[in-house]
């Protein structure tokens, strides 16, 4: 692969966004010095931010931004003042439901990784969690969310509806993303109470004969809450309405130890957006204590999607050193924390391939480290 060009939008966003997408982008540019590519970054608003600025969660102007880049990196949008005010008309979350709508960006992909050197951090039994590896395939532009919703004269509703269509194509993605894994494929569902989740089955079952190297699995999402603790191994790829999929991965994540520890891909035909699974963690704001490796990890995903597999996988291998060094935020770290600017400086200076990076994993080989 030759030098790319590559116009990046960045939606900072609220909270620990703006912290977290700082450290990746400082990672993006380690990538591009080692490999000589070149990153440009549009700085854009969206969420509270946008609000305080011009009233609105997407601006036109931020938009037509992440229409007219390569890719968006999105940091995380939300406000308390919106959480605790259900009053509010205008909020931080329909600026990111409408981007995700406007652009296309109908699968949602969450990789859940257990890994070895943090199985100590989970609270689940490591021997349940061990060599767990997942992708969650969530649909990202329909059901409850985007339905007819509104207040009645004493309630309110929400409706959830999906066409064969937005079903259809995420599905055919999900088998294929099994078929180039361990050839599993479970849907999550509520087909036994669901009209939509009926219609989720079907789909699902015509689509199958098509890959028949794919065995199919079906859970209620009920019981997939407690499969996900009880047994993680026994999935691949899980493939599951927008709901569902939103409650599920942040469960997961409690099998990698850390909510700030999950990457996320949201893919349309036309378009790419690149974001942690978490939220702004408003109560993190400005402490430097937030993660900022789902971030660095949704920039790795967004390097395999310009085709730099090598570049994605130096971010990982990175990510994996800081892991390994215990170069980490205070929720896997508490006795010696490192902050999220010498967690993203620890990542970029692997990338670069600074020696201290080879010396300690020597160490490690030598049985020298006092980290494991
Ligand atoms: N995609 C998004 O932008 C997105 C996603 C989820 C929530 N939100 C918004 O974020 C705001 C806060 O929501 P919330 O508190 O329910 O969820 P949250 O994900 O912001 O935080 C939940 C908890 O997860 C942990 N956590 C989250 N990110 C972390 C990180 N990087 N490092 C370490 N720990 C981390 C913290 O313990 C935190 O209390 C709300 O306004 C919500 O709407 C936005
Ligand atoms: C902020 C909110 C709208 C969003 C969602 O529910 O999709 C978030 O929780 C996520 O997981 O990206
Ligand atoms: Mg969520």
Redesign the pocket.
């Known amino acids: 692969m030759g030098i790319l060009r590559k116009k990046i939008a960045v939606l900072a966003g609220d909270g620990i966004g703006p912290e977290v997408c700082h450290e990746a982008i400082k990672v993006l540019d380690a990538v591009a010095e080692r490999f000589g590519h070149r990153f440009t970054y549009d700085y854009q608003l969206m969420g509270a931010c946008a609000i305080d600025a011009t009233g609105d969660p997407l601006p036109e102007s931020t938009l037509a931004a992440c229409r007219a880049a390569d890719a968006i990196l999105l940091g995380?949008?939300?406000d308390p003042k919106y959480d605790n005010n259900p009053a509010a008309k205008v909020r931080?979350?329909q600026g990111?439901?409408r981007l995700?709508k406007e652009l296309g960006l109908y699968a949602?992909i969450r990789p859940v990784t257990a890994y070895d050197i943090l199985l100590p951090h989970s609270p689940l039994k490591a021997d349940r969690i061990r060599g767990a590896d997942m992708l969650i395939y969530?649909e990202?532009t329909g059901g409850i969310?985007f339905g007819e919703k509104g207040r009645t004269e004493n309630g309110a509703f929400d409706h959830c509806t999906y066409t064969r269509p937005e079903i259809t194509r995420i599905t055919h993605l999900a088998f294929q993303s099994a078929q180039n894994r361990r050839k599993k494929l479970t849907l999550v569902d509520k087909a036994n109470v669901l009209e939509t989740s009926r219609l989720w089955r079907e789909v699902v079952q015509e689509l199958a004969p098509a890959y028949p190297d794919v065995a199919v699995d079906y859970l209620f999402v009920d019981n997939a809450a407690m499969q996900l603790i009880l047994n993680p191994k026994q999935f691949d790829v899980m493939l599951t309405e927008?709901?569902f999929g939103?409650i599920l991965?942040?469960e997961a994540s409690v099998i990698a130890g850390s909510l700030g520890l999950l990457p996320?891909a949201s893919v349309g035909d036309k378009a790419a957006l690149f974001?942690p699974?978490?939220?702004s963690y408003p109560q993190a704001k400005g402490k430097s204590i937030a993660n900022p490796i789902a971030t660095i990890l949704s920039v790795a995903m967004m390097l395999e999607h310009f085709g730099l597999q090598e570049a994605a996988n130096v971010v990982k291998e990175a990510v994996q050193d800081a892991l390994v060094q215990n170069v980490l935020t205070p929720e896997l770290n508490a006795t010696s924390p490192s902050t999220t600017e010498q967690v993203g400086t620890h990542i970029a200076q692997c990338v670069l391939g600074f020696p201290t990076s080879q010396l300690h994993r020597d160490n490690i080989k030598a049985g020298l480290s006092t980290i494991i």
């Open positions: 995380a949008i939300g931080p979350e990111l439901l995700r949602n969530r990202l969310y927008n709901m939103d991965s942040d996320s974001e699974i978490h939220g």
